[in-house]
């Protein structure tokens, strides 16, 4: 059978659908200044369920994104302006109805990029990705392989980032001697227990303990962070923890009356754990995403549109809920645009081989396609990341610090503790 | 002559259905006949009065086993899915030696256990199994051609033909088993087994079966759908699958043949069409629960008794409803 | 080392505390209902939202926070014995499928009102109790491991010592031969759910400020519950709270002595074993279903 999709004109329902988008546009003088027909984007992430924190919240940095980049004339293309308008779909995070969801976007709404969260629900999406040739946005670096040319992680390439918060504390706290780790066993805690090692490593940063791994079902940290201390290290590392586990961490060790140096990954809401610890506790602690009011984001090679303007205008609609997937999704639609405007096309081809001419745009700066050694293939975006450290109860973004620069110098410590946790593209089942 | 004709009829529809439907609706379409099997084999299980909370374990079973055949040993598609339901089928025979020493709410939460146990089986042992990220790039069933159908079975109504076949000769086998002397032997251990013991039945060696039988064909779904999706990890069987195929079986009701096939039928076409059609994304669990309550409260007997209340008005009621009551 | 282990013993002191509030609850259900509730991780979460409710957002002093957390939750039990489980009373299957779909309510319920993240709770108070240098168990642990004394010592006078609690007992043990006594069903099956309802309410509750608040939270208090009342023995109360304190060590110590991960495996195998020395569970006799 010859693939229907590939000549099908739209169905009806998504006939329907974009007639009735064209009426409301009438509607509404704003759209006027992008009058064509709307471009649609996929959103395929997990809006239910236990990892819908990982979806919900940057659907919702996707729709101001979509109200901002509209009201301001939408994207232009060779053939004139047009608005944008996303189309999500719920895929539980379940391969299987990720595939559905998929299929359903690309087939039935007519979708000319699809962003994901990626992990379990990639491999249901990648037979999908092969035969449309639909160009597809992970989260996840580590989905990467060279079978799927048209997969990308512009925004995200954890774990590789890091290394970055690594560097800069032996560069700024020199006397910090001895380290601890502790990360949940599961997708996004591997591979970043083998890039932490790396990091310390490569900066003569000595681990007392093997790195303790605990379900992601924990709910008690007590005997966790007990276990820690135990050993008397000067820094704590939490590895890339979710903020569920962040936060109860953060306050045992405070309990139990640790003083040393934290690192990790990710502190989303960490006012709430300086209100839970106290603000000298937290003071210097150290990970990798900025809030984006910080006056460093304002700086001319930052390629995220308006940073302060979106947090605040985020921070007004959902109060409290502000975390690095909330403009996350977001920032990769802005390197989206600009490609597509590059290209003159929303088509999926056009805009990926406009994406991958010369340096990309990442949020964080201009960076280089990259990725062969771990992933396979270079569609990973990677340049300078954030280093934010707290400082007198704010988040501070410290420096920006090159990834590439570190992996030149120390890249065979990464390969050999990717190689040791099974997680480099080869060694995945 | 009548029951053929409704018989091909039948037939008729289920190869015109996909065409009617939009292309996601096909992809749904595939889960759900493959979910057929699924929870038709687990009536068979229940058929002896016990009530298993690892059912979707073993139909994990059957995924892994027959993605592992064909990736580490090259094993012909088709043929490592047979292999991978016999591979449920033996573990089931190995885990009713512990689990047969429990009945009742004891066998409820001793299957619970068991499945727990195998999913961190998964998790823990990255060699073979992948751990939590589990298997990806499963080999898809080959392409091929029949002469007047080219399969191609990227394509969902390829695959749906191709599965839908193998379901209903599934489904017929399990049927026959039922009606045979060792499918009433089962509807006696649930119903009177101290007579069906004092009259010389080894309860244990038929309750194996049920369980053995039901298991493979469980596995066999599991491995239709692995083949098809590319792809199995350890979240994918948990228990909160295992709670909806739970809730098709007794909301369809397990007292007939069709009655958790129809329950599957029905909550799927209302949670993955239905609900999502009305863009509740948020609410969908909420309207699902409380349909849940709703249809147990005031439909005590499932929806097959809905079925049975309607057929029996007309005198050509299908007699094998009636016999299997 | 000493410190470690006088430390770790803390911890093993606390999680036997809040697993056995829920596990009693559980077990007093199914007890005197014979239903499988499977909404009782659900019902846990609904006294941590509670908190979230009254004390973090309408700043309600913690422990009335807490006693209406408490009161609510007891009344979401009689709401589901009202509403499910008396109509359903010769179905135990439809039991267990009404409290899954009570389970998705309350979750959705919780994600719509309070949204998908989790919530942040201020803490109550941040004193420990110091016993050493290395050795401490902060107040607000405390605060759990006493109410599940009380409780737990409460509950125990209450079904030894009174009438009703004679009554639960009986109909637990033998509704028919209760009935027979006068005794309502009705009656037994309300107390039964307020009680096992609001113990796990209160667990919510006080543990609230310790862990993370969200919609699916339940989960893995649900999954540890139902070992634990494995291995205790299902009918049993007793079993059920000398299980939650064996659990809880061995959980704690291979925890902080190996890691989390080996330690759910032991827990599992722990119930294995149990399961297959003695199917009923260390203090189950009879067999209901």
Known sequence: MIPKFLTAGPSRRTFLKTAGAAAASLGLPRMALAAGEPIKIGFLAPLTGAVAAWGKPGLDGCEIWAERVNAAGGIQLADGAHPIEFVSYDNEYDPAKARTGATKLIREDGVK???????????????????????????????????????????????????????WLAENKPDLKTAVMCAQDDALGLPSVATYLAAFEAAGIEMLDEPLLFDPATTDFA?????????????????????????????????????????????????????????DFMEGFVFQFPDFDDPALNSDAINFQDPNGFYAEYNKRHPGQWGAVSWEYASIMDMWKAAAEKAGSAEPDAVMTAMKDGRGAHAFGDADWWGKDLFGIDNALVGDWPVVAIENGKAVIKEFRSIPDWYNRHGDLMVKHMQAYGQMWDQRG | MRNLSILLVGLAALIALPHALSFSQQEILVFLVINVLLVTSYRLLTLTGEWSLGHVVIMGVGAYASALYTKELGIYVPVSMILGAVTAALLAVLL?????????????????????????????????????????????????????YQFDFFEPVSYYYFAGAIVIASLWVLWRIEKSPVGLTFHAVHWQDKLAQASGVNLRAYRTLAFAIASGFAGLAGA?????????????????????????????????????????????????????????????????????ILSILFLPNGLESLVQKATRRKPVAKPEEKAAT | ????????????????????????????????MGVVNFAHGELFMAGAYAIVALYADMNVPFFIAVAVGMAFVGCLGLL???????????????????????????????????????EHIPPVTQEVVRFTDKVGLPVARLYVIVAAIVFLSALWYFLKRTRFGWALRASAQDP???????????????????????????????TAPLVSVNPHMGHSVIVTAFIVIIVGGVGSLEGAILASIAYAFVHTFVTTFWDGVLADIVGLSLMLIVLIVKPTGLFGSADRA
């Open chain 1, 223 to 279: 005997p966790v962070v007990t276990r820690l201390m135990a050993k008397n290290p000067q820094i704590i590392c939490l590895d890339t923890c979710y903020s569920d586990y962040v936060h109860p961490i953060c306050e045992q060790l405070f309990q139990q009356g640790f003083k040393g140096q934290i690192i990790s990954c990710t502190a989303d809401f960490y006012d709430q754990m300086i209100e839970k610890t106290s603000k």
């Open chain 1, 113 to 167: 990029f699809i962003m994901m969260l990626g992990g379990d629900t990639w491999p249901g999406v990648q037979p999908v990705a092969d035969r449309t040739g639909m160009l597809f946005s992970t989260l996840l670096p580590s989905d990467l392989s060279p079978e799927t040319t048209t997969l990308v992680a512009p925004a995200e390439v954890h774990p590789i980032y890091n290394v970055t918060g690594v560097e």
């Open chain 2, 96 to 148: 009713s030696f512990p689990l047969f020493r429990m009945k009742g709410f004891y066998f409820l939460i001793g299957s619970f256990a068991a499945g727990e146990i195998i999913r961190l089986i998964w998790k823990r042992f990255r060699e073979p199994f992948g751990g939590v990220r589990g298997i990806s790039g499963i080999d898809p069933m080959p392409d091929f051609s029949i002469g007047i």
């Open chain 2, 224 to 292: 239709l759908q692995g083949h098809y999706v590319g792809t199995v990890n350890p979240n994918s069987f948990d228990i909160e699958v295992m709670v909806f195929v739970l809730t098709w079986a007794i909301v369809g009701g397990t007292q007939t043949f069709y009655g958790p096939i129809l329950g599957c039928i029905v909550l799927t076409v209302l949670n993955e069409i239905v609900l999502r059609e009305m863009g509740l994304e948020q609410a969908r669990p909420l309207i699902y629960g409380a349909i849940m």
């Open chain 3, 1 to 32: 080392m000493l410190e470690l282990l006088a430390q770790t013993g803390l911890n093993a002191v606390y999680a036997a505390s809040y697993i056995s509030l829920v596990a009693v609850g559980l077990v007093l259900i199914f007890g005197v």
């Open chain 3, 80 to 118: 589901m014995e009202w509403a499910l489980f008396r109509p359903l009373k010769d179905n135990p299957l439809g039991g267990l499928v009404a409290s899954i779909g009570f389970l998705m309510i309350l979750q959705s319920l919780a994600v719509m009102g309070f949204g998908v993240r989790m």
């Open chain 3, 176 to 206: 028919e031969a209760a009935a027979l006594q006068g005794i309502s069903i009705t009656q037994t099956a309300r107390i039964a759910m307020f009680i096992g309802a609001a113990l796990a309410g209160v667990a919510g509750a006080l």
